[in-house]
């Protein structure tokens, strides 16, 4: 999908595409600090939010508990209307709102709109001997993103800000891992920029030991990451994300970093705080 119009000044162009997650959303307070952060970034750049934790929160207020299977959330009918609501609505209204008043102008988006991010609905798959019904929740091929779209609107000074929101083509909202969508975005913009992709959370990095904030590890690489996991330092959402950033690198991303949402800035600039990911 090279498009026609693609050109040097395009390519060479640097494209930000920042990930921010359940834990930092959930606390308005470190969500207005990183906003204001996102929109110093004086950049073309992209947005992608989680907000499972709010989801489950709320859920539970509206008497729909949330389901897991292995820490995945199981999407019946019930749950993707109240992710729908709270991803697409609430979380992302009230982001794009902010983005305004800080004279960002940002457009609140899920994988639906423009069909930016097509989707196929998750098959049933046997897990441990027993089918699983993940229920709507969407996998996404990196070759069905309709980029040129999403490029329109960077070219037009829009900010893009996603929830983590696809649909199936025939109706149906589905509801997609964050991680995920910031890596398919950050691959398929590859065509036309050099991307950066930075995963925000509220930890320094990826750590040796997750309970010490000055064990940051500053580079992994394919071997590394095994080394990791055979010590068993990594476990939940930290693998998910790590295989998404290698995922984007081994498809073109230029540049991929896990880090603090509170070191945007720097990591922004050419002297990174955090994790980078390397093949
Ligand atoms: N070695 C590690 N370094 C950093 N975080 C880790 C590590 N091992 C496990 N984690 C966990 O992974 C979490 C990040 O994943 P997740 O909660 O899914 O983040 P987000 O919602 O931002 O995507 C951290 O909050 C931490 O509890
Ligand atoms: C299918 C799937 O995993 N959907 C995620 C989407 C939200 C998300 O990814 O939020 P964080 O980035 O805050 O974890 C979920 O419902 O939990």
């Known amino acids: 999908m090279m498009s026609s119009g693609m050109n040097v000044n395009t390519q060479q162009e640097t494209l930000f595409v920042i990930k921010i997650g359940g834990n930092v959303i959930d606390n308005e307070t470190a969500l207005a600090a990183f906003l204001k952060d996102f929109a110093a970034v004086n950049a073309p750049k992209i947005l992608v939010h989680g907000g499972g934790k709010i989801a489950t929160k709320i859920g539970e207020q509206l008497g729909i508990e949330s389901k897991y ?161 055979n010590e068993n330092k990594l476990f939940e959402g930290i693998l998910p994300k790590i295989d998404n950033a290698f995922a984007a690198i081994d498809a073109g991303v230029s540049e991929v970093l896990i880090g603090d949402a509170k070191d945007l800035i720097k990591n922004t600039t050419t002297s990174t705080e955090g994790t980078l990911i390397t093949q």
């Open 69 to 229: 299977i292995n820490g995945r959330r199981i999407t019946d009918d019930n749950t993707i209307d109240v992710v729908t609501m709270i991803y697409g609505g609430l979380v992302n209204k009230k982001i794009v709102a902010q983005l305004q008043a800080l004279r960002t102008n940002a457009i609140g988006l899920t994988g639906a709109d423009a069909n930016i991010i097509p989707a196929t609905k998750r098959p049933v798959k046997i897990i441990n001997d027993s089918p699983v019904d993940f229920g709507w929740v969407g996998d996404i091929d990196v070759q069905q993103l309709q980029a040129d779209n999403l490029k329109h609107l960077l070219e037009k000074d829009f900010t893009p800000v996603f929830a983590p929101l696809t649909h199936d083509e025939q109706g149906h909202i589905l509801n997609t891992n964050a991680d995920t969508i910031a890596s398919a975005i950050a691959v398929s913009l590859s065509q036309f920029y050099k991307v950066r992709l930075i995963y925000c959370f509220e930890k320094k990095g990826v750590l040796e030991d997750v309970n010490d904030d000055n064990s940051v590890i500053r580079n992994i690489n394919k071997e590394k990451y095994q080394q990791l996991l």
